[in-house]
C-alpha cells in the first residue's frame, strides 16, 4: 500500500502540536508504521533539502530544520500521498486554508509545522533516506474493514 514521509519540524514540536498533528492523520485512517524523535543533522538536513540548495532561502531552512527536534513519520493508506498534501495545506501557513494543518497553526512561510512528501517517487526515496527498513512496521490495523470498503 502507499506510504508517505512526514516530519513535524522543529517549530511544531516546540509549540506542543505533536498529539494534535499525529491526530489528524489518525482519525482520518490512515495507518502509521513507523515514528521517531530526534535531533536532524546538518548532513540529512542538506541531503533532505537537496533540490533547494540554490535558493536563498536553503541556508536558514536547514539552520532552522536541525534547530530542535523533528518527529519523523511513515504513514501508509490509499492515496495517502496526496491526501497528506491536502491535509497540511499549501506552504505559506498565512493563505493555506484554514482546516489545514499549516492553514489553522501557522503565519509564516519559514515556520510551516510540517514537511510532507510531494508525490510517490519523492515519498519513495524520502523514507530510505530517514528510516531504516527494520525502523517500518508492516502491520494491518484490525480496524481496516470500517474505514475501507
Ligand atoms: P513544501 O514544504 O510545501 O513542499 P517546498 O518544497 O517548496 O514546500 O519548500 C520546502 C520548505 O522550504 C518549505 O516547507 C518552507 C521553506 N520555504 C519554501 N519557500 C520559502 C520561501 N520563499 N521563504 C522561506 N522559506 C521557504
Ligand atoms: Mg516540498
Redesign the pocket.
Known amino acids: 500500500m502507499e506510504r508517505t514521509f512526514i516530519a513535524i519540524k522543529p517549530d511544531g514540536v516546540q509549540r506542543g502540536l505533536i498529539g494534535e498533528i499525529v491526530s489528524r492523520f489518525e482519525t482520518k485512517g490512515f495507518t502509521l508504521v513507523g515514528m521517531k524523535f530526534m535531533m536532524v543533522t546538518r548532513e540529512l538536513a542538506e541531503e533532505h533539502?537537496g533540490v533547494?540548495r540554490e535558493?536563498p532561502?536553503f541556508p536558514?531552512?536547514v539552520e532552522f530544520i536541525t534547530s530542535a527536534p523533528v518527529v519523523a513519520m511513515v504513514w501508509e493508506g490509499d492515496g495517502v500521498v496526496a491526501s497528506a498534501r491536502k491535509l497540511?495545506g499549501?506552504?505559506n501557513p498565512l493563505t493555506a486554508e484554514p482546516g489545514t494543518i499549516r492553514g489553522d497553526f501557522g503565519v509564516s512561510?519559514?515556520r510551516?509545522i510540517i514537511?510532507?512528501s510531494?508525490a510517490i517517487e519523492t515519498a519513495q526515496t524520502e523514507i530510505a533516506l530517514w528510516f531504516k527498513d527494520g525502523e517500518l512496521a508492516n502491520w494491518e490495523p484490525t480496524i481496516k474493514p470500517w474505514i475501507y470498503e
Open positions: 533539502y533547494h535558493r532561502f536558514g531552512l497540511i499549501a506552504t512561510i519559514g510551516n514537511h510532507g510531494d
